[in-house]
């Protein structure tokens, strides 16, 4: 099939009434080789504003990541492209990467992808002023003008700048007070209860979230959701022993899983756990979320102490009979069988270090293969392949856990009616998994470093180092002095 200009403008019109399945058909009835490369970049900003990413990355990967000279290098927008496709697969670190390539430091999309990058890290201080810029950058008042000022207030509001939000909003109240750009409005309202929780102030939080509700006539839209999550959540922080306020948040937990919004999750688990004081639920919260900000959050809001665990156990909430505890690590011949292909067993236990939000492809991409740059094409079926064979291995183990993935996330569950002890911080030279494999061979005798040394393969710092940690937590025992120096269980 060959590309013109008037297949251009009819998805273009496609995208607009959100015919997405239909941009699928065309994309899957075309050769990407074959696709000129003045259409290339107009046909991945169509495929990306219809959340098709590898379809975005498979068009643009040619120029961006040409192996050789291009008699013209990649454009400004090409790269901007490429990066919001890598961007929202999770690959941050190489979207930054590309987006400082862009060669017009003044080009408004580039500031504000820059500073979205910046928000994906949760960096609200280096995103901020790349914000402002956008903003400088638009015609005072116009759309785009508001678009910068609520992503400005929302980044103010993650830093905890709240003066600076309220003047931000206030101002966004003013321009859109004729009831144009009811969307901004709404979205300006649903921050503003966000604001008001900051403040502690859940009276203001439920009016304000109440107005935002207004505002959002589409009852399938992300923001309706945001909306009714801080209703839910002012009610039950005003109601905490009401009943009726604990069964709607979790029916606003039960639609964002429905929308596959995980943080409304994790905020809904927060207040919850607050509200009733649920010891349980605040330890699943902060040690099932792996940004420092966030626990840093929790803790200042739980106001108590929350001690150190080397494990939690994780059920699934559908389960209604009784629950069979299953503790990972000790489940040995398992994870001898997931060592021999060592992105495995990395790639299971980054699954694990969040309880919430699935890892996404270039989150997992990135975490197993370091600095690589990301391919569409062949990234994803190494991917895959080490997927498909955890999912093999669980299988022939029998270990109670389901591995799933939907789209470009991947995720874990336990299985109904099984507790899962989940080791946390975990790293590969983990000293739960070390103290098991000294365990299996030393149970019932003492040992020495050097033996530790040719049992693990590793030198013999850092043996003394595992050693001298597990004798700090009380998991190994140690006598005797120098050579005579002698460890046991």
Known sequence: MLINIDQIDHLEKLTQLGKTSEIKDFFNKIKFSKIPRKYREPLATIARRNNLMIINLKILNPIVRSEKVLDMPATDNELLSYASGLSFLGLVKEAKGVILKVKNINLPERNLQLAFVYLNLWDHKSAGPLIKKFIT?????????????VNLAACYISDNQLVKAENILNNVFNLTSDNSYNLLRG????????LNFRNNDFTNALKNSQIAKSLFPDKGSLYLLFAEKWEALAQLMLNPQNLISVENVQKIKLKAKEMRHWETIRDCDLYLAISCSN?????????????LTFKNKIITLWKKKIDNKNSIEIFNEKSILSIQVFELLSAHDFLRRIEKNRFAKKFLFFLFTDFYKPKSLGEIFSHLYGDQFFDPIHSTKRVLNHFLFLKKQIKIFQIPIELSHVGNDFFWIPKDNFKIIVPLNFKSDDIEVFVNKLKLKFKGKSFSSLQVVSLLQISKTKAIKLLTLSINKKQIKVRGQGRARRYHF
């Open 279 to 291: 010891k349980y639920l605040i330890e699943k919260v902060y040690f099932g979320t792996p940004l």
């Open 187 to 194: 979205n300006a309202f649903e921050l503003k209860a966000q």
């Open 137 to 149: 950058m638009q015609p005072k008042n116009s759309y785009s003008h508001i678009v910068g000022l």
